[in-house]
């Protein structure tokens, strides 16, 4: 709805309800709330006075995802190996959302001898994921920036006169600036990840070999979390943060010996 449609309906909606209506050319807290036909609209073909604002327009842009990859491989007779490279972005369609990931990967196999074989993989990948244009609030306030691109009131600007971010386009409706959320909220997820393999083959005797490997896996996420005073959540709260982080390891070791006639 632009902001002619959504004066209307409210007024309609208060009139059905038995409460008076707010789009009357009044000031309340501060707050100038038009007749329907000042604002700007198709609708209003004699054009208006007050803005009218498609928040979703404002939030939304064309995501793109850019890729490269690099690889390097070879060997001997008895030993081979291959490194590969890899770098993946994505911009998403909500402004302010973005998410990057890094990755090595190496793998080692060499025949030391006729009784000796060993071999090592390793990948590490490193995820950064902003969410502060997706993410809900902290408090649960706002369902993110579309949800609040979908119920803020386009009667409001984005920003005010100043060029500062409109903090009264969500303090006073309770929705909170979507520009706000999408630009200024923070949101960092952090993956920092390990896979580390190794292993020996040991032929003792004929038909008889042990192998013995070790696995482990190194899991680091952090997220970050802040809403400044621009955002609903930030306003009542004086402005609100959070941090949290995780270390996980798992590891694995097989010792296996096997015979065969």
Known sequence: LDAYQFAVLHNEMSTNTGQAKQFTGQTIDGVYYGNPEEF???YNTAGGTL??????EEVLQTGHVMSHQLSLS???????YALSLNRYDHEG????????????RMNLDSKVSKWLAVGASVTFS?????????????QWFNGGTISAAIKA??????????GNINVEAGAKTMRGNPVAYATEAKNILTNNRLLANAFTTINLYEGLSLKISFGAD??????????????????VQNGAAAKSTSNILSWLNENILSYEK
């Open 40 to 42: 700007i609209s198709s």
């Open 51 to 56: 803005p009218s604002t498609d928040w979703q």
């Open 74 to 80: 070879g060997g001997t007779t008895t030993t081979q």
């Open 93 to 104: 369609i909500i402004i302010g959302g973005d998410y990057a990931r890094t990755s090595v």
């Open 126 to 138: 490193n995820n950064i994921s902003n969410n502060s244009g997706s993410e809900t609030g902290m």
């Open 153 to 162: 009131w386009p009667m409001f600007t984005p920003y005010d006169e100043e």
């Open 218 to 235: 190194v899991n680091d996420i952090s997220r970050n979390r802040y809403f400044p005073k621009t955002t609903y959540e930030g306003y």
